[in-house]
């Protein structure tokens, strides 16, 4: 049986629980500077996660607090993944930055600019 929150009970809920997200990025510190990821993006999507685990949250598997943690630690480690580093979706897990090219650099040989246009 998932909760029945209403739409205010989530945001005070989510809003009381904040600390959670500072809680888990203070512990994954040196993570994230191995993974060059910035503090600001790392806290905007465990935002959207906290909302989405208090949204999810079944009373009946355990508490909530546990609940969350477990969902923002998940999160995080998904942050390194390409997608959200590249800000693509729906690529592969095998995707790597490095497979990126920038319009200026096709455009200067516009041979490869012209094959990319066409595919």
């Known amino acids: ?60 598997k355990g508490r909530l607090e546990q609940h969350i943690f477990a969902q923002l630690k998940y999160e995080l480690l998904s942050c390194r993944s390409a997608y959200r580093l590249c800000g693509m979706t729906g690529t592969p897990h095998s995707f790597r930055k490095s497979h990126i090219i920038s319009i200026d650099t096709l455009s200067e040989n516009s041979g490869l600019y012209e094959e990319a246009l066409a595919a």
């Open 1 to 60: 049986m998932k909760n029945n929150y209403s739409i205010a009970q989530r945001n005070a809920i989510v809003e009381a629980n904040l600390w959670c997200i500072d809680s888990v990025i203070r512990q994954n510190r040196p993570l994230m500077r191995a993974a060059r990821l910035e503090y600001d993006d790392v806290y905007q999507q465990l935002a959207l996660r906290l909302i989405k685990a208090v949204a999810g949250y079944d009373p009946e």
